[in-house]
């Protein structure tokens, strides 16, 4: 089992920057075992969406809405990942979540989330 725990969240005005930080921990095999890992986020009264995802090969995938202002980047040696979010839009407000995918048969791990608040 994978353990993912999330920091870096907080209020910050429209144009400004944050660092997200992504933590995992477990054992040897289920770490090494990591596919995938990610970030998605919830707004108030919409559905959890894909922000970004880097895969064991490094490469990554994002959302159109953050293309250019977000970065997405996993240190292994560390076991951490994260997301640097630049440029920042009040619609960019939400509970961000961190993901941890092995493929089948696990189920996604997932962190408890951070609040980011973009203020205009």
Excluded: H
């Amino acid at each position: 089992q994978v353990r993912l725990v999330e920091s870096g969240g907080g209020l910050v005005q429209a144009g400004g920057s944050l660092r997200l930080s992504c933590a995992t921990s477990g054992s040897i095999f289920s770490i090494n075992s990591i596919k995938a890992m990610g970030w998605y986020r919830q707004a108030p009264g919409k559905q959890r969406e894909l922000v970004a995802v880097i895969r064991s090969g490094s490469s990554t995938n994002y959302a159109d809405s953050v293309k250019g202002r977000f970065i997405i980047s996993r240190d292994n040696v560390k076991n951490t990942v994260t997301l640097q979010m630049n440029s920042l839009k009040p619609e960019d407000t939400a509970v961000y979540y961190c993901t941890a995918d092995r493929g089948p048969p696990y189920a996604p791990s997932w962190g408890q989330g951070t609040q980011v608040t973009v203020s205009s």
